[in-house]
């Protein structure tokens, strides 16, 4: 199903550290409609949400047209988009800008790296600092501003032509680094540099990918980024 793109969020109400719920944007930075209280059958994540496909989007199209179950923004805590997904893949040097501006050959393929889900934390949440790698006082974390893809259904073997139509959405990603783990100490190997706990806020919206459905359909289906 296709349409105006949606800015879907995860929060918990202020006072409420429990109860996770899906809402919709009214725009960016915008209040949020409640899904759950327009509609009390609603998944409770936006993962059950996009796993419902057309019938979970749809039902967000229509809580976010009826212009009911509005929350104001200053009276929730917004969580990350996406919560406890399978795996966070991530992707080095696939940008062509990137590596001329870093004066490195282009590569044939990127680097393929990765985060633990437990990374994962609220686009506004506080990053903290593993005591354990010295970096409060080394000024070694770093943080690099990313576009992460929502894979929004299973599949293997994928067309690149077909690609897109895999992605559920787009979000922001923070990709913060300790680089003293990343590159001087554990043999130089990246994982654990990259992936303490609150090293990779997400958010704050998922924007579905009815946003770029024109252009990528305009564009055809080679990209060189």
């Known amino acids: 199903m296709s349409g105006a793109a949606m ?28 899904l759950k209280a327009f509609d009390p059958s609603a998944p409770s994540s936006v993962k059950e ?16 047209a009826s212009g009911q179950c509005v929350v104001n923004r200053a009276e929730i805590h917004l969580l990350p988009p996406v919560l406890a997904p399978e795996k966070v893949v991530c992707t080095r040097m696939n940008y062509r800008d990137f590596c001329l501006e870093q004066n490195t050959p282009i590569p044939k393929e990127p680097t393929i790296f990765s985060k633990f889900p437990s990374a994962i934390t609220g686009p506004y949440d506080d990053i903290c600092l593993p005591s354990e790698s010295q970096v409060r006082t080394s000024s070694e974390v770093d943080w690099e501003v990313e576009l992460a893809f929502v894979i929004g259904r299973r599949g293997k073997h994928i067309k690149e032509a077909d690609a897109l139509s895999y992605v559920a959405g787009f979000t922001v ?42 252009e990528t359909e305009s564009a055809g289906s080679h990209s060189e980024t």
């Open 49 to 64: 949400l996009l796993e419902l496909g057309d019938k979970g989007l749809e039902c967000a199209r229509r809580a976010l």
């Open 173 to 214: 990603a923070n990709d913060v680094s300790a680089r003293d783990w990343q590159m001087k100490r554990n043999g130089k190997q990246w994982l654990l540099g990259k992936t303490f706990d609150s090293f990779c806020p997400l958010g704050p919206a998922l924007v579905t990918s009815d946003a770029v459905k024109g």
């Open 7 to 34: 800015r879907l969020v995860q929060f918990r109400r202020h006072g409420d550290s429990e109860s996770v719920r899906v809402g919709v944007e009214l725009g960016e930075g915008l209040n949020v409609v409640d």
